[in-house]
């Protein structure tokens, strides 16, 4: 605890009511409503990482049999990201130490193709081999629904390096021959994932290469004047959020090619619109086919709209705000209670819900987080039709995306506030005051820890000037600069820290059935 702030906090039981007069009243009773949601999502993740999960990864190699065995497409790709996130939200030992060490397992054994990655037979201790084609596809899926959602939360750590060297080798061996130069895939999806993978390896590093390569991607799309695609759910959508968060990025380092670009962008998403969605504003699978179980609606709406919301922010319009802002507020209306989105698979819920955080924590519509928080609780944390393992979540990718989102949900009530170490039946929860955020933790228990507050990530991890809008993140809500300073209030006492002493941990201790109220705010 050398690096937290020793500040030990013995109090008595705070009601809310208490508060009725007060100026934070309001966002109190939020704060202590949160936590009761939070924790409860949080202790589950804790009992699932530590009884579900982690018994999962095999003992000989090291490698986390989630989905019965080790390949890139699913068990690493989907599977292993979320584990990761579980350990980081709940458990930082695990992280740093078995769920680490899967890194080091897979990279040591899978790689063959520079450092290129295949599936390996865990049982047999051998690579399966898979054709060059196959490879490209699973290093590209391992790269953006893994790494780069590891990276988002970790910054410039061991699986960025790894997430780095993947990509260096898939283009260095990039055999596709177009008229703007070589690329690895003509796959759609691969090539939206490279995308977006590209643009965040670009300000991360500086290095040119990352973003000449993915606008020789956007060139070879954009070739095409009318190039709209047309699967509007995962498998085919990722470029459309893939191009927008390139665009973003231009605007600031290659202004002319952004202004290039621009208009075909705009075009594209017009079309989508036009043709692909509900007059609310809810996306269809496919651009004209209306066919399917569930009514022909895609799990991946928000995802698209990220890049909607990339593209405004990105141009200094509003084009498309009052339209996303439509579809929020319909979220409410009662078809879309318990809407199956893939039926009764629990990761139709989980991306929908995904995407509808991204696109809250830009646009903050009442009636988009009511949803939010019934849907999350209905289908992904409390219902027992869409859990196995009786109460807790398996462990196959589905099921790893509920755990994902459900972390999500959690830390949106949290506004990005972690307790270190996270403990069963303890409650945190948060809620935005002016300048800062008041925060409510309980515990049945006596407690003693820290919390752990949010820094601006996409700036110091991701090297974004701006938070652009973009999937495989956590979402940043309440956020401490390191140089800043901010004015903790408690108790009636105020006290003041840096933004890095925050970060680095605020030091509090409870005693069984007492109420801790703080209040953060910039100076």
Same mark, same amino acid.
């Given at each position: 605890?050398?690096?937290?702030?020793?500040? $030990?906090?013995?109090?008595?039981?705070? %009601? +809310?009511?208490?508060?009725?007069?007060?100026?934070?009243?309001?966002?109190?009773?939020?704060?202590?409503?949160?936590?009761?949601?939070?924790?409860? %999502?949080?202790?589950? /993740?804790?009992?699932?990482?530590?009884?579900?999960?982690?018994p999962k990864i095999d003992k000989k190699t090291g490698l986390y049999i989630a989905d019965g065995e080790w390949n890139y497409r699913n068990t690493a790709a989907d599977c292993y990201p979320f584990l990761t996130w579980a350990a980081w939200a709940t458990d930082k030992e695990a992280l740093n130490g078995p769920v680490?060490?899967?890194?080091?397992?897979?990279?040591?054994?899978?790689?063959?193709?520079?450092?290129?990655?295949?599936?390996?037979?865990?049982?047999?201790?051998? %690579?399966?081999?898979? =054709?060059?084609?196959?490879?490209?596809?699973?290093?590209?899926?391992?790269?953006?629904?893994?790494?780069?959602a590891i990276v988002e939360i970790t910054g410039r750590d061991e699986w960025f390096d790894r997430m780095r060297a993947i990509e260096d080798d898939l283009w260095e061996y990039a055999d596709i021959e177009t008229p703007f130069g070589l690329i690895p895939s003509t796959n759609i999806e691969v090539n939206g994932e490279q995308l977006q993978a590209l643009a965040r390896l670009y300000t991360m590093t500086g290095d040119e290469k990352y973003l000449t390569g993915a606008m020789r991607l956007a060139?070879?799309?954009?070739?095409?004047?009318?190039?709209?695609? $047309?699967?509007?759910?995962?498998?085919?959508?990722?470029?459309?959020?893939?191009?927008?968060?390139?665009?973003?990025?231009?605007?600031?380092?290659? +202004?002319?090619?952004?202004?290039?670009?621009?208009?075909?962008?705009? =075009?594209?998403?017009? $079309?989508?619109?036009?043709?692909?969605?509900?007059? /609310?504003?809810?996306?269809?699978?496919?651009? $004209?086919?209306?066919?399917?179980?569930?009514g022909g609606m895609s799990d991946?709406?928000?995802?698209?709209?990220?890049?909607?919301?990339?593209?405004?922010?990105?141009?200094?319009?509003?084009?498309?705000?009052?339209?996303?802002?439509?579809?929020?507020? %319909?979220?409410?209306?009662?078809?879309? =209670?318990?809407?199956?989105?893939?039926?009764?698979?629990?990761?139709?819920?989980?991306?929908?819900?995904?995407?509808?955080?991204?696109?809250?924590n830009r646009l903050p519509v009442a009636k988009g987080f009511e949803w939010v928080n019934r849907e999350t609780r209905n289908n992904i944390v409390d219902h027992p039709k869409r859990l196995e393992n009786g109460e807790l979540w398996g462990t196959m990718k589905l099921q790893a995306n509920g755990v994902r989102t459900t972390v999500m949900q959690a830390l949106m009530h949290t506004q990005g506030v972690l307790a270190r170490p996270w403990q069963q039946a303890l409650e945190l929860g948060a809620a935005p005051v002016a300048n800062g955020v008041v925060i409510a933790v309980r515990t049945k228990e006596g407690y003693e820890g820290l919390l752990e507050f949010?820094?601006?990530?996409?700036?110091?991890?991701?090297?974004?000037?701006?938070?652009? +809008?973009?999937?495989?993140?956590?979402?940043e809500w309440f956020t401490v600069e390191p140089q800043e300073s901010y004015a903790v209030t408690m108790d009636g006492v105020t006290n003041t820290y840096t933004g890095a002493q925050l970060h680095n941990g605020l030091a509090v201790e409870l005693e069984a059935n007492q109420t801790l109220i703080l209040t953060i705010a910039t100076r």
């Open positions: 605890m050398k690096h937290s702030i020793l500040l $030990t906090c013995i109090i008595s039981l705070i %009601s +809310p009511a208490a508060f009725a007069q007060e100026e934070n009243a309001d966002a109190i009773a939020q704060a202590a409503h949160s936590a009761e949601i939070a924790g409860h %999502s949080l202790s589950k /993740v804790h009992r699932w990482l530590h009884d579900i999960a982690l680490r060490s899967i890194l080091h397992a897979e990279r040591a054994l899978c790689n063959v193709k520079g450092r290129i990655p295949a599936p390996y037979n865990y049982k047999e201790q051998k %690579s399966i081999n898979i =054709k060059d084609e196959d490879l490209v596809f699973e290093a590209s899926e391992y790269v953006k629904d893994c790494l780069i060139d070879y799309y954009f070739a095409d004047e009318n190039f709209v695609p $047309t699967r509007l759910r995962d498998h085919g959508c990722e470029i459309i959020g893939g191009l927008g968060l390139l665009q973003a990025v231009l605007t600031t380092h290659r +202004p002319e090619k952004a202004a290039e670009y621009g208009d075909r962008l705009k =075009k594209m998403y017009d $079309t989508i619109l036009e043709r692909g969605t509900l007059d /609310v504003g809810m996306m269809y699978n496919h651009l $004209t086919k209306r066919d399917g179980w569930n991946g709406w928000g995802y698209n709209y990220v890049g909607y919301l990339c593209y405004d922010m990105a141009m200094g319009t509003s084009i498309y705000t009052a339209h996303m802002i439509a579809t929020l507020t %319909s979220m409410m209306d009662p078809k879309y =209670k318990d809407y199956p989105w893939e039926g009764e698979s629990i990761d139709g819920y989980a991306d929908s819900i995904e995407g509808a955080i991204y696109m809250l949010d820094i601006p990530r996409h700036r110091l991890y991701m090297g974004f000037q701006k938070d652009w +809008p973009r999937m495989n993140t956590v979402p």
